[in-house]
């Protein structure tokens, strides 16, 4: 069975979705892998290292796409720039695999379908045990929240750390995150190695607990959230008037940072809005707030997705795709999660697309040209399937 990867196309992702690490385990597994002249350079892996690895270059996209399997880290869906341009390419009863964004746009997500290809989509893995190998989401959230504190720490006009100088002390930059799912924690974790004081917040309990085990004060407000979580563990959408409260609780602590990272969204939904432009206001100049969540609407009133801008003195970062600005790590873990999924496909050098199977069932959007996800097609209103 061949494993095709074609370069990814989304404009300035640099990432790969196979490293040449992943092809012994993948070839001992029966597979045989054809990568896209140049694919890894960009997050340095040279052609030569997958060629040593028994891979095949092809220059061809095309002839890519020719494969039985393709993985790409955005697919058509999530590459909402130049995914389309691959949907040609796509043949029926092949295997895509990558972030496809499912609930997106409707029409994207029927046009997938339409083409017949049978695509997993690894935002619909699983938070579970079993499957926390193939999570790529958590594995780009690490790398994002990691990101997200350097493109602070860059932006930012002080030091981080507390130095004692002969010049006198620097005291250390107050870090806010607002959100502390799998990339806050790691942006609280990255700040604190940075030296900064850390403070955070989110509106699940749980998340107290893993804020303080790794040094930041949990800031408490005097509201709680209407069944924070669901069974998958991510947050549940509040009511306008939940938001309105939390915006007027958050206000001291946003304008007793120095940063603001926000990482709170809610799968599928609009992200809340949660720093206004008055509390920007009321920041110190020279401030950064970096939104994690620009993509999807914005935690912050006034940032603007994929631009960086400087308004009321405050430099607010509209970050998107951040996970694709460190390719090497980023494409190292997502290339092991899609070896781990990849190998739970297979039995005996064989595919085996058990629906039984939890992985597989939640995972698989498209088949036979329909949207088969049972979640996927709820979240769009679209009747159940009966089979
Ligand atoms: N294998 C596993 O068991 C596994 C792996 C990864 C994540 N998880 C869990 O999955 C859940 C989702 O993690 P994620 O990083 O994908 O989250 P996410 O990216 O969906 O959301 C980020 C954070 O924003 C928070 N948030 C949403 N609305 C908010 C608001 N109005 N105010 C404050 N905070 C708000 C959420 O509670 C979450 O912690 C978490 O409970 C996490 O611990 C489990």
């Given at each position: 069975m061949i494993i095709?990867?074609?370069?990814?196309?989304?404009?300035?992702?640099?990432?790969?979705?196979?490293?040449?690490?992943?092809?012994?385990?993948?070839t001992k597994a029966g597979f045989e892998v054809h990568v896209q002249?140049?694919?890894?350079?960009?997050?340095?892996?040279?052609?030569?290292?997958?060629?040593?690895?028994?891979?095949?270059?092809?220059?061809?996209?095309?002839?890519?796409?020719?494969?039985?399997?393709?993985?790409?880290?955005?697919?058509?869906?999530?590459?909402?720039?130049?995914?389309?341009?691959?949907?040609?390419?796509?043949?029926?009863?092949?295997?895509?695999?990558?972030?496809?964004?499912?609930?997106?746009?409707?029409?994207?997500?029927?046009?997938?379908?339409?083409?017949?290809?049978?695509?997993f989509s690894v935002e619909l893995m699983p938070r579970t045990t079993r499957a926390q190998s193939m999570d790529a989401l958590s594995s780009m959230g690490t790398v994002c929240g990691y990101k997200a504190v350097l493109l602070a720490a860059d932006s930012h006009p002080r030091?981080?750390?507390?130095?004692?100088?002969?010049?006198?002390?620097?005291?250390?930059?107050?870090?806010?995150?607002?959100?502390?799912?799998?990339?806050?924690?790691?942006?609280?974790?990255?700040?604190?190695?940075?030296?900064?004081?850390?403070?955070?917040y989110d509106l699940r309990p749980a998340a107290k607990e893993q804020v303080q085990s790794l040094g930041g004060r949990f800031v408490e407000l005097p509201i709680e959230a209407k069944d924070a979580q669901d069974a998958r563990g991510y947050a549940t959408a509040q009511d306008e008037d939940f938001y309105r409260r939390q915006r007027e609780l958050l206000?001291?602590?946003?304008?007793?940072?120095?940063?603001?990272?926000?990482?709170?969204?809610?799968?599928?939904?609009?992200?809340?809005?949660?720093?206004?432009?008055?509390?920007?206001?009321?920041m110190a100049p020279g401030s950064v707030i970096v939104d994690l969540a620009a993509e999807r609407g914005g935690n912050c009133e006034i940032s603007e997705a994929g631009k960086t801008v400087v308004k009321h003195g405050v430099t607010i970062i509209g970050a998107i795709n951040v996970a694709a600005g460190v390719p090497y790590h980023a494409s190292m873990m997502y290339a092991r999660n899609i070896t781990a999924f990849l190998t739970h496909l297979i039995k005996g050098q064989k595919l085996n697309l058990n629906p039984e199977?939890?992985?597989?069932?939640?995972?698989?959007?498209?088949?036979?040209?329909?949207?088969?996800?049972?979640?996927?097609?709820e979240f769009f209103t679209l009747p159940a399937l009966t089979s």
């Open positions: 095709g990867v074609p370069k990814e196309s989304y404009p300035g992702d640099r990432r790969v979705a196979l490293v040449p690490a992943v092809l012994p385990t993948l002249t140049g694919a890894g350079i960009e997050a340095g892996y040279p052609d030569s290292q997958y060629a040593d690895k028994g891979a095949k270059l092809i220059a061809d996209r095309a002839a890519v796409f020719a494969a039985d399997i393709v993985v790409q880290v955005l697919c058509y869906g999530s590459n909402d720039v130049t995914g389309k341009e691959d949907v040609p390419f796509f043949r029926r009863d092949q295997i895509l695999i990558g972030f496809l964004r499912p609930f997106g746009s409707l029409d994207v997500v029927q046009e997938i379908a339409r083409a017949g290809v049978t695509a030091i981080f750390p507390m130095l004692t100088t002969a010049a006198g002390t620097v005291t250390p930059a107050r870090v806010f995150v607002i959100g502390a799912g799998v990339a806050g924690l790691q942006a609280i974790a990255t700040a604190r190695r940075l030296g900064a004081v850390i403070s955070a206000g001291k602590a946003v304008q007793e940072s120095d940063v603001v990272i926000t990482a709170a969204v809610i799968p599928g939904k609009k992200s809340p809005v949660l720093v206004t432009e008055d509390m920007v206001k009321g199977d939890e992985i597989v069932r939640e995972t698989l959007l498209t088949r036979g040209g329909e949207i088969v996800n049972a979640r996927v097609r």
